[in-house]
């Protein structure tokens, strides 16, 4: 729907801003729009390109040689020319405002400027956020609804497992007896697998069990995460870090003990249930490098790896054809 959009657009002599939330999405993206209007007509703008990718990029909006501008957020300030349509992919997420400074909203700048140029403004998610479907149902927006899967495919077989009761059963670990069934079925078959567990790290938080002392940030006064790779404690907020503690400063026991767990030490567990499979991580923590995102991602897909292991950014959009189990792990 967003191609066809984009090309009646383009043949009114317009341009184009398609958003994506996330910048993993991106080359994704790219790729499926290079395949259908060709690379020069396509301009990628986000954080992680350098200054001077970013002056290419700009450059190229800016002379109007770009029609199909396509990023995050922040491509919402891109110098379009003869700007015809916005589209904003899964818009209920969270990554769509800016919490540094300066402070703004992606949504609200696209709502400013489809009105500005009479445009129309085209909001896409399988879950809408509550205001914006509530002005929907009150017809102050056009809904639009979507009541058959593409190509007429089926919705997945979704089944519910209460870790509660696994630990009831004697099983300690993250992965319950059930998925542990399933993964092994996906292993023997040469199938993939998608661990998504919204939590990077180790451990959530490490407290002392005589005094109840719990280890946290001195700016933001939050649960510091313990990160194994490092052997440090880390502010997921304001990035302040520490070494481990052995000794807790208010009552100076030893008996400290880590709680709750992250991505890696869920994909520490798999490896031991599964020794020799092959694990992929994708969080904040393994996509500091340059194109780390895209790398990490043709990786799963070419180098047929058993199991990607990652946060949010694992779940948003990707096109993976052999992967077969998706688990995600929540919490009521």
Same mark, same amino acid.
């Given at each position: ?5 984009? %090309? ?6 317009? =341009? ?8 993993? $999405? /991106? ?44 990023? &995050?957020? =922040? ?6 020319? @003869? ?26 700048? &696209?709502?400013?400027?489809?009105? @500005? ?26 809904? $639009? ?7 007429? =495919? ?24 059930? $998925? ?10 040469? !199938?993939? *697998? ?9 451990? /959530? ?9 719990? &280890? !946290? ?7 510091? *995460? ?15 870090? /520490?070494?481990?503690? *052995? %000794? ?12 709750? &767990? ?16 092959? +694990? ?7 996509? +500091?490098?340059?194109?780390?995102? %895209? ?28 992967? /077969? ?8």
């Amino acid at each position: 729907m967003y191609l066809q959009l984009i %090309e009646k657009v383009l043949n009114n002599g317009q =341009s184009s801003i398609m958003l994506v939330p996330e910048i993993s $999405l /991106t080359p994704q993206t790219v790729d499926r729009f290079i395949s259908r209007f060709g690379e020069d007509k396509i301009a990628v703008l986000h954080s992680k390109l350098s200054i001077g990718e970013r002056y290419d990029q700009w450059n190229k909006i800016k002379n109007g040689d770009a029609k199909i501008i396509i990023g &995050a957020r =922040s491509a919402i300030f891109a110098p379009v020319q @003869e700007l015809g349509l916005i589209i904003i992919d899964e818009e209920h997420d969270d990554s769509y405002k800016s919490e540094m400074s300066p402070r703004y909203s992606a949504e609200e700048v &696209a709502q400013y400027l489809a009105k @500005e140029n009479n445009i129309p403004l085209i909001y896409g998610s399988a879950t809408p956020s509550i205001n914006l479907y509530y002005k929907a149902t009150r017809g102050e927006i056009t809904l $639009l609804e979507l009541t058959k899967r593409a190509n007429e =495919s089926e919705l997945p077989e979704v089944e519910i497992v209460d870790l509660k009761q696994e630990l009831i059963n004697g099983n300690k670990s993250m992965i319950s007896d059930r $998925l542990r069934k399933l993964m092994q079925e996906n292993l023997n078959n040469k !199938k993939q *697998t998608i661990l998504f567990l919204n939590r990077r790290g180790f451990s /959530t938080f490490i407290m002392c069990r005589d005094c109840g002392y719990t &280890a !946290k940030c001195k700016n933001c006064n939050i649960s510091l *995460t313990y990160h194994s790779n490092t052997k440090k404690l880390k502010c997921h907020y304001c990035g302040y870090e /520490t070494q481990v503690i *052995t %000794e807790c400063p208010e009552c100076k026991s030893k008996n400290i003990r880590y709680f709750g &767990a992250g991505t890696q030490k869920l994909e520490e567990q798999v490896k031991l249930m599964f020794p020799g499979v092959q +694990t992929i991580r994708m969080d904040v923590d393994t996509v +500091t490098k340059k194109n780390s995102h %895209e790398d990490i991602l043709n990786k799963f897909r070419n180098d047929n790896i058993d199991i990607l292991i990652g946060t949010q950014m694992v779940v948003k959009g990707h096109h993976f054809p052999n992967v /077969t189990l998706v688990r995600s792990y929540c919490s009521r």
